[in-house]
Structures are given as C-alpha cells and as structure tokens.
C-alpha cells in the first residue's frame, strides 16, 4: 500500500498550514490533439470554458482563497477551465459521497479510496474507465507513477482511478510530546513498551492531558489496527471487505482469507484486551468514541500527548503551532516500523484514488486538468502554495517554508513519486524512513499483487455487516468496549453473514491465484 490518506495528520495541516470504458469525446469537451499536452493561450482558445467540480476529503487551508484564486487565473489561460472544491470532513465522507454518487449530483472528479468504497463504487459503474483518456488526455499522469503502479491498481483489469501515493506502503508513527518525556525523566521512546511507560507517566504526572487518542470514526485509526500493521512477525492485514476492518483479514502470504470470528487470531485479540487496559487505566481517552476534534487537533492544543499519525517525522507547522499554545512544547515520532529489507509485505497498491464521475459531461476536461495538476510547477502550487510567498525550492526535490506550508490539496489529487518534494528541515533519521518504503525492492511482494475483491455477489451481505460492525468495532479495538462482553455480542449478530462474504472473497482469491 502507499502513502496514504494522512487523515489524522492533514486535516491539520490543511485547516493549520496548508497542512484519481473512456474514449475520446466521452465527455463532449473539445480539446487539444491526442496526446498533446497542449497547454497555453493557443490552446485553451480552443476549448470551451468549463467549470470542474472536484469532490475530496479535508477542509480548506489557511491560504486556501489565494491559492485556489492563482490556480484558476493559471487553469484558464492553459486549458480555459476552472476548478471548484468540495472538501468532506472525513467522519462524512463515506456517507456524503454515496448520496452524492447516487443522486446523480454534478460532479466531475471525485476521491476514492479501497478503504472507502472504491471497489464497490467501481463495480456498480459510477466511475468512468481511464484507459482511453489517460492515452489521450493524461501523458503526465502516465508518466509521473511507474508501471508498476499502474499495474498494481486495476480492478478487475481496468483503471477506475489515478492512483496517488509515493511509497509502497504508509508512514505511520505516533507523535508524542518530547518536552513531556524530558520532563518526566523518561528515556527516548523506542519500543511499545516504552511508549506505554511514557502513557502511564503522563497519567500519573500531568493532569489535565490525556495520554493516548486514537480514532474512531477510521478504523485505520483505532489502536489495535495502528500496532498491528507494524508487527512484522505476522504481517496481518485488512482485506478491504470493509474499510480497514481485521474482521476478514491476511496473515503472512498463504493466499488464506482468515475470519476473526474464528481464529480470534491471538496478536490481534492480545491487543484488544491490552487496549481495554488502558481505556480501563484512563491512558486512552474515555471520548475516544465521541470526539469530534482530530486527534491531531487535540494535540496540537495541548490536550493529548500522543495521537497514531500517517507520517514518520513531525510536520514543522505541527510544532510552530504547538508552540503557540506551550512555549517550549514540542512533538517527536515513535516509529515502530521494522527496517529489516524483506521482512514487510507490499501489494504495491494505493490507499488513496482520483476518479471521473461516469456522469461527467466534462470528462476530456477534468483528465487535462489531472493531466495539469501533474506538471511540476502546477503540482508544486497545488500542494506548497505560491512560490515566494508560501514556499521555496531548496536543493532537488525539496522545499522550505516560508508562511506556512499553504497548499491545498496533495494526497486527494495528484501526489505521486516523481514529483513529491521533501521538506528541507527533515531529520536524518525520518529521511532513512521515508526513503525506505520508496524503494520496492526493500519489499517481499504479496501473493495477492493485482488482486481486487469483486464484492457485487455479496454486496447485501458487506452492507449488513458494516451496520452490524458499526456497533462494535471501534468501540472493541480502541478499549471503550469490554471485549469479554460485547465480542460475543458482535459475533452473535454478524458471524453468519461474515461467513458468507467470507467464503465469496477466498473463491475470488482461490481463482485469481489459479490464473
């Protein structure tokens, strides 16, 4: 999998600092030649003027009008387009995005993703097929992610979205307060153990802040799902059925579709109850289901000491802003993901997608702007802001700051490995990090690479199962949830009809490895 959403980490930076079966004409726009890439006033004086409307999750940066105002001006003298954004708080995007997909509303570009419905959202034909767009409309698209990439992101054989990463897996730590960890006398945090020493440190040690905050709303985000995705002795992984959810999950690269309700795999159960003893001990936030604040919000308030995030270093607008609040305050990652070369697996897929609506009237049209927004100059407006006001170059492929990092959108768009600057202030250690899980050979190659779950013959029962699962996932793999009570529960409720998605996703497995 790739960099992924940064759900916890861009809000922030987005609302603080900053922080995808098509042929020619299927979107009745006039455009420039196949293939061109025609930009410029020739060009666009050709086109008719068209207004986007582009669907994404996060919400709008400090420096959001500016920007957007300078891409506009940029959009029109190149392809006489405009582009308007629709940011969806992610607590609402599943939701928000079904009935908008449903209704038929006006929408041209939408963002998917396999832990949202991607699949599902593809197979019932609400996503247009790119191949015939991208090779005519989309040569920087192409050209900017490797073939693997391409390869590893079909479903079903075809492309129903732009992938957007530049990694063959997520970045994931968890940031912590390096001045509380001093001043608790605590070593540098290296292990889970220690970061638990750390947790119950702050408890005892620092009223008025709580220990941990994970999420709720992402099950990506619950703790449990957090640590075992680290855990290389297993390599336990989701299945996509349904979001994130462990409930059918992949353990090792056995082909094996495994059911939770079944193994009550001893990692993941181990850390069920482990997360019950902290929410029990008031480590994890007894609001860890209710709140409706990030939980990078909260700690950038001075309300939480350690928050799971998508990234391996620390944000240098996360520590202005901290700053803010608490003169000397400042954030430092734990990272428990394991740099032995081979030992992680990779499918080599995307967690985040752009997509063109099938009902688009303008699908030549938002391609060319995907096709702009993966230009160096326009991709870098898109995601730092106005060159010389928001950010600079510095040395190849990296960017200094210099009023924020004041972008507008980067992972919901076009984020891809050959254009992604690095911040220039980023340290040594997150840099062997981040370079680590660019490079696919550091990766043992899963078995399912090119596998995508059709859920179309199960999709009453994936359904079902994610009302029945909204009950009591969250509450169990973040500890709000007495696991020796409500387990029995949830499996009451939904072990039938996870048995029957089950065995429909290890048939699709069992024929796909047979090819």
Not at 195 to 215: F, Q
Not at 350 to 356: A, V, Y
């Amino acid at each position: 999998m790739a960099k992924s959403k940064r759900k916890f980490l861009m809000p922030v930076l987005l609302g603080l600092a900053v922080a995808l079966s098509g042929c020619s004409g299927a979107g009745g726009d006039a455009a420039a030649p196949a293939g061109s890439g025609e930009s410029g006033a020739s060009g666009a004086s050709s086109l008719d003027p068209v207004t986007l409307e582009v669907v994404i999750p996060g919400a709008k940066g400090a420096n959001y009008d500016e920007v957007l105002a300078e891409v506009n001006k940029r959009l029109k003298a190149d392809i006489n387009t405009q582009v308007k954004f629709t940011f969806v708080d992610f607590a609402d995007l599943n939701q928000k995005t079904n009935v908008m997909l449903a209704s038929g509303e006006s929408v041209d570009l939408m963002f998917d993703a396999p832990w949202l419905h991607l699949d599902t959202m593809a197979s019932q034909g609400y996503y247009e097929e790119l191949s015939g767009l991208l090779d005519q409309y989309g040569p920087n698209v192409k050209k900017t992610r490797p073939q693997q990439m391409w390869d590893a992101n079909k479903i079903n054989g075809s492309i129903y979205g732009v992938p957007l990463g530049s990694a063959y897996t997520q970045q994931r730590s968890i940031f912590i307060r390096k001045d509380l960890r001093e001043q608790l006398n605590l070593p540098p945090v290296k292990t889970y153990e220690d970061l638990k020493a750390y947790l119950y440190a702050v408890r005892d040690g620092k009223s008025g802040i709580t220990p941990l905050l994970a999420g709720a709303d992402d099950v990506t985000y619950s703790w449990v799902n957090w640590l075992i995705r680290d855990d290389t002795s297993v390599n336990i992984r989701p299945t996509n059925f349904a979001g994130a959810s462990l409930m059918l999950y992949y353990k090792g690269n056995d082909g094996k579709v495994y059911n939770f309700f079944e193994t009550k795999e001893p990692k993941i159960w181990s850390g069920i109850q482990d997360v019950r003893k902290l929410f029990v001990d008031k480590v994890m936030s007894q609001d860890v289901l209710t709140n409706k604040s990030s939980p990078a919000e909260m700690q950038l308030q001075n309300k939480v000491a350690a928050t799971p995030q998508m990234a391996f270093g620390i944000p240098q607008s996360f520590n202005d802003q901290l700053k803010q609040v608490v003169p000397g305050g400042e954030l430092e990652a734990v990272r428990l993901f394991d740099l032995t070369p081979g030992k992680n697996l990779s499918n080599f897929k995307m967690d985040n997608f752009i997509c063109i609506v099938k009902t688009s009237k303008h699908k030549d049209r938002a391609m060319m702007f995907l096709d702009w927004a993966n230009k160096q100059e326009n991709y870098d407006l898109l995601e730092h802001g106005i060159e010389g006001v928001n950010w600079k170059p510095a040395g190849e492929h990296q960017y200094e700051t210099l009023n924020n990092d004041g972008g507008i959108v980067s992972f919901q768009l076009m984020l891809n490995p050959t254009l992604e600057r690095e911040w220039a202030g980023t340290d040594e250690e997150t840099r062997k990090y981040s370079q680590f899980i660019t490079k696919a050979d550091n990766f043992t190659k899963d078995i399912l690479t090119g596998f995508t779950f059709d859920p179309t013959p199960v999709k009453n029962e994936v359904a079902q199962f994610s009302t029945i699962q909204a009950k009591y996932y969250s509450g169990l793999f973040n500890g709000a949830l007495d696991p020796d009570q409500y387990f029995a529960k949830f499996k009451s409720e939904g072990e039938a009809v996870l048995k029957k998605i089950q065995t429909e996703l290890q048939k699709q497995v069992d024929a796909y490895l047979a090819k």
